[in-house]
């Protein structure tokens, strides 16, 4: 079928060539003019044939709001939009509300695969209405792994619930890599371990904690056995927040992925005000010996 796709960056880049490569046409829009086929939303809507299904892969927020904004506009009754990006799920209810206004239906759709969708396909979870989710299944099929579909494809319920899904599975994601993350840091600090790189390649295969993630780090300990060219400092795109703030109103206990999202608020501070406190206290009510500040490095003398 005949797609638009607006967003080809890292990841619409890749759906882009995935999806011509099983046979559909697909036009896509970019501000990057290197890599778009048209130069307009406009141009892009122009040359589609109608009923049009224009995919949106650009940054949540701002960035999609304008876009589907702009969308409504140019579209007409039968078309469908869908936002393929890591928008937050409150968002979707507004999107469709104003496409519906013009007939155009709306669908969510949450991504997962990364820079390695191209090869191996990207697992999908889509939130809409029925009528819409099967006009969309030709490439909805192409951009999933090869096999049953059921293994890289849901249809999770009415608006919203596509990105509902995915936020869920990026929660758990942060969980999974903060555990494969702290077992890595406790094997390095073991003396009796002398080739961490093989421990976790051992995991890989026939271990209950074998996983593509896995796979991953081991991966990048092959290329650089000590990470030694990484700082640890780890941003968040949004989706483990949400996920801890959907727990918390739903009231669902989820410590282990709060956990995680917490670890990475810890790795962007220099120093730890709390630890600092932890340390004043300890040496008030106890008088145990505290580190104090130098005059340059911050590490100081002990007293």
């Known amino acids: 079928m005949q797609l638009g796709l607006v967003g080809l960056g890292r990841m619409g880049f890749n759906m882009r060539e995935r999806l011509r490569a099983a046979g559909h046409e697909v036009v896509g829009f970019d501000r990057n003019a290197e890599v778009a086929d048209v130069h ?106 090869v096999g049953p579909r059921e293994e890289g494809f849901a249809h999770a319920g009415k608006v919203g619930a596509g990105h509902f899904a995915k936020m869920v599975h990026n929660g758990i994601e942060y969980g999974l890599m903060q555990a494969y993350a702290e077992g890595y840091e406790l094997l390095t600090a073991a003396e009796v371990v002398t080739d961490v790189p093989a421990v976790l390649g051992a995991w890989s295969r026939g271990t209950v904690v074998r996983s593509w993630l896995l796979d991953l780090l081991v991966l990048a300990l092959k290329k650089d056995p000590e990470l030694a060219g990484l700082r640890g400092y780890v941003e ?57 500040a130098g005059p340059t490095s911050g590490s100081g003398e002990v007293s």
């Open 40 to 145: 307009s939303l406009a141009e892009l809507v122009s040359v589609l044939a109608a009923p049009r299904a224009v995919w949106v892969m650009v940054p949540a927020g701002a960035a999609t709001r304008q876009t589907v904004t702009d969308l409504a506009g140019l579209l007409a009754e039968g078309d469908v939009v869908v936002d393929g990006g890591n928008s937050r799920y409150t968002d979707d209810h507004a999107h469709a509300v104003l496409l519906a206004e013009s007939g155009i239906g709306y669908v969510d759709c949450g991504v997962s695969g990364g820079v390695w969708g191209r090869e191996n396909g990207y697992g999908l979870m889509v939130g809409g209405e029925d009528a819409h989710v099967a006009a969309l299944l030709p490439v909805f099929d192409a951009l999933r792994p």
């Open 236 to 292: 968040d795109s949004g989706e483990g927040r949400w996920t801890v703030e959907e727990a918390i109103n739903l009231s669902v206990p989820a410590p282990v992925i709060s956990a995680a999202l917490f670890a990475r608020f810890a790795s962007r501070q220099d120093e730890s005000p709390a630890m600092k406190a932890v340390a004043a206290l300890r040496s008030q009510f106890g008088g145990h010996a505290v580190h104090r």
